[in-house]
């Protein structure tokens, strides 16, 4: 059985773009069982007091129905450092709870605090979000990510971010990079300079 979760943000005691979550649950849940599922994220999430004020990480596991929904406190992890690591292999297109591939890469960063993943010669994503990265004029994110964030996605429609083939040659070109998901706003943390990349 596919085992799947999304994971959202709850701000102030209000659930941050659920309709995103919303969408990419649909997709994820159509590929894997072959028809619309039976719920709704809206109809779900019923955020407990505890989690009224703050920032709180909510995580819905799923895979033909609901199996779990768990609210937890939110800290911003910082993110100095980066290390490459290449996989031609790995596979991650959905949210899925088994990250046994991701959790192998991740414990391969030394000293840095993530992994960035090539694959096939192009930047992907990190162990845990995708990326968006800083030319001097433009933010763009490499157009074949290991997994389509729900942030991403919102930031590409909003044309905040553009999307863009990145080879590891292509790197040089860029000053700073940040991490982004469903809990990690652009506006949420400082940049990453290239040089911090290993």
Known sequence: MCHLFETISIRGGVAENLPWHQRRLESSYFAMFGK??????????????????????????YDRQIRGISYTPYILREIKSLRLIEDNAIEYRHKFADRIQLDRLFALRGNCADVLIVKNGLITDTSFANIILWDGLRWSTPAEPLLPGTCRARLLAGGIISAAKISLADLHLFREIKLINALRGMDDQNGIPLNSIN
């Open 36 to 61: 619309a599922p039976v719920f709704n994220l809206s109809e779900l999430i019923r955020i407990p007091m505890e989690a009224q004020h703050g920032h709180f990480r909510c995580r819905v596991d």
